[in-house]
């Protein structure tokens, strides 16, 4: 099983930018899909990016324009770029993982990250 570990979550202002990064262990990153998804308090987890082991992308049209979702295989590392930041953007995020092709649904992904939180003040 692959272990993910995410960092780069904090608080920032409103129209602040962040990167988040997701480090995964194992020997088959370059088959590998990564999503992040997002759950805000009183709120379902809700699918946010995926970029697929052909750095094929998806996004949630609340994001699209604003939020950038990459890859780097010689690092074992996805990353979610996040530009002009709203306080409805406030949320856990997690990373989370599977072989094969994007996918829009967390019940795709067997391997989850520990989460991340992300503040946005306004």
């Known amino acids: 099983q692959v272990q993910l570990i995410e960092s780069g979550g904090g608080l920032v202002q409103v129209g602040g930018s962040l990167r988040l990064s997701c480090e995964a262990s194992?020997?088959?990153?370059?088959?590998?899909?990564m999503g992040w998804f997002r759950q805000a308090p009183g709120k379902e987890r809700e699918f946010v990016a995926a970029?697929?082991?052909?750095?094929?992308?998806i996004y949630n049209e609340s994001v699209l324009g604003r939020f950038t979702i990459s890859r780097d295989n010689t690092k074992k590392t996805g990353f979610l770029h996040m530009n002009g930041l709203k306080p409805d953007d406030t949320a856990v995020y997690y990373c989370?993982?599977?072989?094969?092709?994007?996918?829009?649904?967390?019940?795709?992904?067997?391997?989850w990250g520990q989460g991340t939180q992300v503040t946005v003040s306004s």
């Open positions: 989370a993982g599977r072989q094969g092709d994007a996918s829009y649904y967390s019940t795709n992904y067997p391997d």
């Open positions: 194992g020997r088959t990153f370059s088959t590998y899909a």
């Open positions: 970029i697929g082991w052909d750095s094929n992308t």
